[in-house]
């Protein structure tokens, strides 16, 4: 067996997401039904009903190829933030749209940058296209800006900024994101990936869509997977000047955003009691997971997402925790692929499933 | 401005795929429902009822992240054509599928082989990586193997074959294709494209799965756009040995097939009436709609899909009967992208559809 493959590809080490409940279920013979996923950063009251009436009305054309221009859903998305459709790009999930900035802008020779304990997926996308990841040191769990700029070389080609983080929750304010906008070279795309930003109270927004016109380097992912709820079918989309667009979108495969997803995606737009509903579920039992890890004494860092990063003894005790919790059917995130071994991180879920959560967090026996 | 990408990439030319029905309605104000689309190869009788319960099933949890690993599915697909789920990798399409093998195995300084007139996929992704793409002269409109093998450089890193092809509907004999694997160096990944397998009469097919374990160095690719109808959900698969699969799989997003996809393609498999049903309309749609051509004079390429690319006298004379077709509400695809300037290509439709396409095509005055 011959086949050689070039190093930067056999060094990848896949994504671990969190474990799906049917594998939860196969593994420790638990049923379904009782196990309760607080591991993936989902929305715990599912989808809009608008969306739901929406995926059942486009089952009925779903032997055609999607709209690979996404006509519709680009013309929503438009109105709702008073931009152009030239401006925006769909995704496979936002996840996509990380990979085509990288796929479209850089090469083998340049650098990435982006920070520790930052999404995984940067690192990986740098990778898969045998880049050079720098790294940068966080400060207090969050992107520190500062260093970041000292860290940009000439062979910087893109940068990655999540705001609000996963895992750490942690927010870059809108005036120090603007700040640092302005002060980098205008040849180096940044990145600002948004995919917590509807959690967010609106004057903790940094409404980054009308910063497009005047950084033409700024590229900005949002997703439909965390408040809109739609993370089952793969849908996201990238915000940027029209010719940034237009050049992801020659990388773009053809037909990358499934028919059904679209038309989810603009119910759920024209949906805002849902938004709000979410939300306001998510402060609640953001409220109601604080709460305990005080009375508990657990150390936490605060977020503004839909989960929290709570820090136990030491990396031993970590893994009994987790495996606690999961062999009573509840699923947490370990966090040690994000340098954080002694973190675990939980998702906001419904009440009960919250109180279900604390429960065996509080009856660990360590 | 001063953002630069690199070459390859401002080279590329977009995919263009058929024209939706929405935009034709848009742009010729005619009602959606008089558009006949004949245009993408999609399956004129939709979807298997026993999909479209699984993804109306598979609602209740579409806030929930997809099975990364497509557990459910590969298990159902090793069983169906005795192989290992390890063998297995799920795309976002076949399209995807395609991609991946690109992205892994080939690099910047490599070349990749496909014929004349192939599936314009193939040269796309090897732009995207700026890879060197060395497109061979078919014979008759089909691949030339022969040609192939003496393409064949030190630097041939990839070859991709479609069988049977689109737009050209060419097959190759199982024979002929065993004895090229055969021949080459071992150290060339070859993606052998079958997305129209599904059409072959069985002793056609070349039953590529049984020489996954000889020929390691194949990757075959299957679709469920085709004849399983789900275009819309984007879904498609890839077998080879399992470090292949492997190797794929690091570069592979996360999350790349949807979850209601995984479930229409599971319960799709299981529905045998359902393939039958489209193979025996697609046989009855090419005699009707090769009929006409004879009668009509009109030269055309036999087809081995569920399509059929038809000549005219010139370049000019083919879009005239494109554009007459489109205003009488009939989508067909010109192909001079295919280096076809003079061809048409039309997909098998329901009866009474290839009849208003022939009716249309015979009252064309030039």
Chains 1, 2 share one sequence.
């Not at 050049?247 to 024209?270: D, G, K, T, W, Y």
Request: charged share 25%.
């Amino acid at each position: 067996m011959v086949i050689q493959v070039a190093n930067y590809i056999s060094d990848i080490e896949p994504y671990e997401g969190g474990k799906p409940i049917s594998e939860v279920a196969r593994e420790l013979g638990i049923p379904e039904n009782k196990i309760i996923k607080l591991a993936s950063n989902e929305n715990p009251i599912g989808i809009s009903q608008l969306a739901k009436l929406a995926i059942n009305s486009a089952l009925k054309e779903v032997e055609r190829y999607p709209d690979g221009n996404g006509f519709h859903l680009k013309k929503i998305i438009s109105e709702k933030f008073s931009i152009t459709p030239s401006q925006i790009i769909l995704g496979n999930g936002s996840n996509d749209i990380l990979e085509l900035a990288a796929r479209t802008f850089v090469t083998l020779k340049d650098e990435i940058i982006y920070s520790q304990h930052a999404f995984a997926v940067y690192k990986l996308v740098t990778k898969a296209i045998g880049a050079k990841g720098v790294e940068v040191p966080a400060t207090k769990y969050c992107h520190d800006l500062n260093k970041f700029s000292t860290s940009i070389t000439k062979k910087t080609k893109l940068i990655f900024i999540a705001n609000p983080n996963n895992p750490t929750g942690t927010l870059i304010d809108k005036k120090t994101l603007k700040s640092f906008l302005d002060s980098i070279p205008k040849h180096i795309i940044v990145v600002l990936d948004e995919a917590y930003d509807e959690y967010l109270l609106d004057d903790l927004k940094s409404n980054s869509f009308e910063w497009i016109d005047t950084f033409r380097n700024l590229i900005v992912s949002r997703s439909f997977s965390k408040a809109y709820g739609l993370a089952g079918l793969r849908i996201g989309y990238g915000v940027g000047s029209p010719n940034l667009i237009e050049l992801m979108n020659r990388v773009r495969q053809p037909f990358n955003v499934n028919h059904l997803a679209q038309e989810a995606a603009i119910a759920s737009l024209n949906d805002k009691d849902f938004i709000e509903q979410s939300r306001k579920l998510n402060n609640e039992g953001m409220s109601q997971i604080v709460q305990a890890f005080k009375e508990l004494n657990i150390e936490f860092i605060p977020s503004y997402g839909n989960f929290v990063s709570f820090k136990l003894q030491d990396e031993k005790t970590t893994m009994l925790y987790y495996h606690h919790l999961l062999k009573n059917g509840v699923i947490v995130r370990p966090i040690s692929n994000y340098d954080l071994p002694e973190f675990l991180r939980v998702s906001i879920g419904l009440k009960n499933e919250n109180k279900i959560f604390t429960k065996y967090l509080s009856n660990c026996n360590i």
